[in-house]
């Protein structure tokens, strides 16, 4: 049965906008696998003409996002670039985009690469201050691209105190809410305009489907983003939309041992004499974690670190070592995985502009996973040993 609106989080996500197929009383959003609506005379139909426009999976998953945002409108895209692409699609040519500097690579080459030529400005800026942020809007930023945590380099951004500026300035503000997922933080409830989610992530949370998705609460931007929608075509088809409704509804147990298995991880990491820095708000001298505090219930299943022999060498070491930390792209998923942003996620970034944020050769990214945290420990730290050895030889 549908969550009542007073209803917690953990209820959100099993129950929020979703109620039992009115045909049948199937109690699981049955997957609607058809591109067309029979019409009983020309437009007189039960709401459905063709798929790209709607379908009735889809309509449940966007009803649950906007339940688990706590937002107005959920709006699903085929992938997390393509709904990013369909947020930029609100802008105008001249408009500006002021970003984070330390974005995920695929967003930061959608701007720069996709868009520039169409005449949208983006400058990727130093967002940990809000002061800076306030310093760099010009008479051209029309949208504020806050992400965070960062990826990779798990820097934390004011989300509210970034809003009030956007306000203040007539700016639509927009969070990437990927890493953390809303049973971290819900950025609607700290004044952003969009929230976005590559739902191919946490929100999938089993590495088996690619989608976007955007809520929000303004009436007039969701009629926009639902017309563009249909208008572009980049909708997701209604298999996936069952996998990620059937994945949110154990989000809130998945990033709960996410964030316990990563606190373990970190204390092992900290331990090592190899590791050089290791970001990860949870630690009481990243130089964001009150913030984190504030804004977050829990610092996440995200963690990077550095190694004190910093060349792409010694990282392959551990990462050619591991044993259930898969050496892969993506994050989020129930299992743990092992990435290096400056050749994997981050190559579209030139080195310069990688060094400058401290985005070194050896940096090293975790995605921690549900398994038994004995497990992943002993297998990062046997990585971490075989590594050694290696270079000793
Ligand atoms: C993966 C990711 C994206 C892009 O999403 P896709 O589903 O891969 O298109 C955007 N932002 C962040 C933070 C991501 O991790």
């Known amino acids: 049965m549908s969550a009542k609106k007073d209803a917690n989080f953990a209820t959100q996500c ?14 699981m959003t049955p997957i609607y696998q058809t591109s067309t609506y029979a019409q009983e005379e020309p437009g007189k139909h039960k709401g459905y003409e ?13 009803d649950n996002l906007a339940a688990i945002e706590k937002g107005k409108f959920g709006i699903c895209f085929s992938s997390g670039l393509a ?27 959608l701007l720069t690469a996709v868009f520039g030529p169409f005449g949208i400005k983006s400058r990727f800026i130093d967002m940990r201050d809000p002061a800076n942020v306030e310093r760099e809007i010009s008479k051209d930023t029309k949208m504020l691209w806050i992400e965070t945590p960062t990826n990779p380099m798990l820097n934390i951004v004011d989300i509210e105190a970034l809003t009030a500026i956007s306000k203040d300035h007539g700016i639509i503000s927009v969070v990437d809410n990927t890493f953390a997922s809303p049973y971290l933080q819900q950025p609607l409830t700290l004044g952003a305009d969009i929230v ?20 929000l609460n303004d009436e007039e931007t969701a ?22 409704l059937r994945g949110i509804k154990t989000l809130h147990l998945r990033v709960q041992r996410a964030c316990e298995n ?13 590791v ?31 190694l004190k022999e910093d060349t792409l060498e010694a990282a392959t070491q551990v990462m050619k070592n591991t044993h259930y930390f898969t050496l892969a792209e993506s994050l989020g998923g129930v299992e743990s995985l092992i990435g290096h942003p400056a050749s994997m996620t981050h190559a579209s970034i030139p080195r310069e502009q990688r060094l400058s944020v401290g985005l070194t050769d050896s940096l090293i990214r975790l995605s921690v996973g549900v398994e038994d945290v004995e497990d992943l420990v002993s297998d990062l730290e046997g990585a971490l040993a075989a590594a050694v050895s290696t270079s000793v030889d």
């Open 262 to 274: 990563a606190r373990q991880i970190v204390k092992v990491l900290q331990n090592n004499d190899l």
């Open 276 to 306: 050089a820095n290791i970001y990860y708000p949870g630690l009481e001298d990243h130089p964001r974690h009150e913030i984190a505090k504030k804004q977050m219930r829990d610092f996440g299943g995200m963690v990077s670190f550095d």
């Open 196 to 215: 976005l989610h590559s739902a191919t992530k946490y929100l999938g949370g089993h590495s088996d489907v690619v989608m976007g998705a955007v809520i």
């Open 83 to 109: 709904a990013m692409d369909n947020v930029l699609r609100l802008l105008q040519p001249g408009d500006e985009v002021l970003a984070s500097d330390d974005l995920y690579g695929g967003s930061y080459r």
């Open 14 to 27: 099993i129950h929020g906008g979703l109620s039992p197929d009115p045909q049948t009383g199937a109690v």
């Open 223 to 244: 009629k926009k983003l639902y017309y563009l929608q249909n208008a572009a075509g980049a909708v997701p088809g209604p298999q996936d939309c069952f996998l990620v």
């Open 50 to 62: 063709y798929a790209r426009t709607g379908n009735p999976t889809r309509t449940a998953l966007q």
